[in-house]
């Protein structure tokens, strides 16, 4: 990864973490992985969002999923925050690991709860892309 949170939420080619969080609180009853998608991507479809996804969508995704990880396993965070010191590799065992807590998360509560999380998320990145 070679960009932190608050320069990808400067780019013009992906929404910021903060939002595309809040905007996948609307779609929690879709579920977690389709509900980011559609916010940070405009849509679930596979064949739709592949032709407008670039590589900063890509973060952004794994940022957010790494955010709202960190709410429910610190350990998805124990590193600090995706910053432009991680390695691609990193970024990917970090968002590994968000997904699968999250995956265990999700399956458990209600879909009123992740909406909750999601927010609670967007909060915290809307802190993080505030920071200069």
Same mark, same amino acid.
């Given at each position: 990864?070679?960009?932190? /949170?608050?320069?990808?939420?400067?780019?013009?080619?992906?929404?910021?973490?903060?939002?595309?969080? %809040?905007?996948?609180?609307?779609?929690?009853?879709?579920?977690?992985?389709?509900?980011?998608?559609?916010?940070?991507?405009?849509?679930?479809?596979?064949?739709?969002?592949?032709?407008?996804?670039?590589?900063?969508?890509?973060?952004?995704?794994?940022?957010?999923?790494?955010?709202?990880?960190?709410?429910?396993?610190?350990? /998805?965070?124990?590193?600090?925050?995706?910053?432009?010191?991680?390695?691609?590799?990193?970024?990917?065992?970090?968002?590994? %690991?968000?997904?699968?807590?999250?995956?265990?998360?999700?399956?458990?509560?209600?879909?009123?709860?992740?909406?909750?999380?999601?927010?609670?998320?967007?909060?915290?990145?809307?802190?993080?892309?505030?920071?200069?």
């Amino acid at each position: 990864m070679s960009m932190s /949170v608050t320069e990808l939420a400067e780019l013009p080619t992906a929404p910021t973490v903060s939002r595309a969080l %809040r905007e996948a609180a609307r779609y929690a009853d879709q579920g977690l992985h389709q509900a980011l998608r559609r916010a940070l991507f405009g849509t679930n479809t596979f064949e739709d969002f592949v032709a407008v996804i670039t590589p900063e969508h890509a973060i952004a995704e794994g940022v957010a999923l790494i955010l709202v990880g960190g709410l429910i396993d610190p350990q /998805v965070t124990d590193h600090g925050w995706p910053d432009a010191t991680w390695t691609a590799s990193h970024f990917s065992q970090h968002v590994r %690991r968000a997904h699968q807590a999250l995956t265990g998360w999700a399956a458990a509560h209600t879909t009123e709860q992740l909406a909750h999380l999601l927010e609670a998320a967007a909060d915290r990145a809307q802190t993080m892309e505030a920071a200069a």
